[in-house]
């Protein structure tokens, strides 16, 4: 079973993420980048990293392009092997090239577009090698 961190500030994606994930691993949600971050941290301090998070981009306090930064900051100073890093899907209703671009720049894995489309969802997941599906 996965271990996925949800960061979603919008009540109906957060749900149908959660509902969707929770078939796959343990899923927790954060409503916020600061929230994130520390669900994040929290879980190296334990030993029990995250193996997927689902950041969404507009979040409040913190967006998710700098929690996705301070999140490969973070493996890189734990010195996490690569295929020890967790896999990054960035959500998002904005269609900026510029930012996808930087998303994938800074070690995103995969984009999914709002309103999130369940079956490409699942071909993202797969694409990534998360899940394996019949």
Known sequence: ?????????????RKLLQKFLSRFGDC???I?????LDAFLSAHDEKE??????????????????VLKAIR??????????????????TTAINDQQTVLEC????SEAYAW???NLEKFREVLQNLNIVELS
Do not use: F, W
Request: charged share 35%; hydrophobic share 45%; aromatic share 4%.
């Open 1 to 13: 079973m996965l271990k996925i961190l949800i960061a979603e500030d919008d009540l109906a994606s």
């Open 104 to 107: 994938y720049e800074l070690g």
């Open 49 to 66: 990293p995250y193996e997927l998070v689902c950041l969404d981009i507009m979040m409040p306090k913190l967006d998710g392009v700098k």
């Open 73 to 90: 900051d973070i493996e890189n100073q734990k010195k996490v092997s690569e295929k020890d890093r967790a896999k990054i899907i960035m």
């Open 32 to 36: 916020d980048g600061i929230e994130a």
């Open 28 to 30: 927790d949600v954060a």
């Open 114 to 116: 709002k309103p999130i």
